[in-house]
T-cell receptor, first 114, second 109 residues
Framework: NAGVTQTPKFQVLKTGQSMTLQCAQD?????MYWYRQDPGMGLRLIYY???????DKGEVPNGYNVSRLNKREFSLRLESAAPSQTSVYFC?????????????FGSGTRLTVV | RKEVEQDPGPFNVPEGATVAFNCTYS??????FFWYRQDCRKEPKLLMS???SGNEDGRFTAQLNRASQYISLLIRDSKLSDSATYLC??????????FGSGTKLNVKP
C-alpha cells in the first residue's frame, strides 16, 4: 500500500547511544517532516524538508540531525540519546509543502531511552 | 502560551449523541486549519480541513471563527467507531504546523 514507512517501530536505547530512524514515502511528495509526540504536549516539529536537498529546523531540533537522502527518504539521527528524547516519533509527508492536502503520517517509532 | 489549545476531555457520550469540540489558537496570522483523528497508539490521520465558510463531511461539521480565534468540530449521530482523540492543527507559516494536544472522545453503547 502507498504511504509512509518508518523503521524501526520500537527501540530501546541506553543514554549516550546513537541511532537513526528511517522514513520513506512512495507518494512522490516533495515535503517531509519529523515530529515527536509526548503526553499533553501534542506533536512538535523537529525538522522538515520542503524539498529534496533542503532541510530546516522546526520547533524542537536540539539533539537531532536529519538527512534528506533523496525525494523518497528522510532520516532522523540521534547522536547521543538522552532520557528526554523518550517519545513517539512520527514521520510525515505532504504533497503541496503547506500540508493543505493534509499530511500522511507513518505509523510511528516508540523510542525509550534509559 | 501554547499556539493551539484544546480541552483534553475525555468526552463520554452515548451512541447517537451529538458532540462538539472547540480549539483556540493564539496567533491571528494563522492561515489554514485542520482536524485530525488519532486512534490509540496509531498515527494521526486527516479528518477534514476547515474552511472560512464552514464545511461539512457527512456527520462531521467544522467551523472557523477568525474573530475569536477558534475552530470547532461537531459530530452528529456518534458511532462507537468515532472513539478517538481529535487533534486541532493550525498553519501559520510555510511548513509550520502547530498541533493541539488533542481531545479524547469515548462513545459508549
Amino acid at each position: 500500500n502507498a504511504g509512509v514507512t518508518q523503521t524501526p517501530k520500537f527501540q530501546v536505547l541506553k543514554t549516550g547511544q546513537s541511532m537513526t530512524l528511517q522514513c520513506a514515502q512512495d507518494m512522490n511528495h516533495n515535503s517531509m517532516y519529523w515530529y515527536r509526540q509526548d503526553p499533553g504536549m501534542g506533536l512538535r516539529l523537529i525538522y522538515y524538508s520542503a524539498s529534496e536537498g533542503t532541510t530546516d529546523k522546526g520547533e524542537v531540533p536540539n539533539g537531532y540531525n536529519v538527512s534528506r537522502l533523496n525525494k523518497r527518504e528522510f532520516s532522523l539521527r540521534l547522536e547521543s540519546a538522552a532520557p528526554s528524547q523518550t517519545s513517539v516519533y512520527f514521520c510525515a509527508s505532504s504533497e503541496a509543502g503547506q500540508g493543505y492536502y493534509g499530511y500522511t503520517f507513518g505509523s510511528g517509532t516508540r523510542l525509550t531511552v534509559v | 502560551r501554547k499556539e493551539v489549545e484544546q480541552d483534553p476531555g475525555p468526552f463520554n457520550v452515548p451512541e447517537g449523541a451529538t458532540v462538539a469540540f472547540n480549539c483556540t489558537y493564539s496567533n491571528s496570522a494563522s492561515q489554514s486549519f485542520f482536524w485530525y483523528r488519532q486512534d490509540c497508539r496509531k498515527e494521526p490521520k486527516l479528518l477534514m480541513s476547515v474552511y472560512s465558510s464552514g464545511n461539512e463531511d457527512g456527520r462531521f461539521t467544522a467551523q472557523l471563527n477568525r474573530a475569536s480565534q477558534y475552530i470547532s468540530l461537531l459530530i452528529r449521530d456518534s458511532k462507537l467507531s468515532d472513539s478517538a482523540t481529535y487533534l486541532c492543527v493550525v498553519n501559520r507559516d510555510f511548513n509550520k504546523f502547530y498541533f493541539g494536544s488533542g481531545t479524547k472522545l469515548n462513545v459508549k453503547p
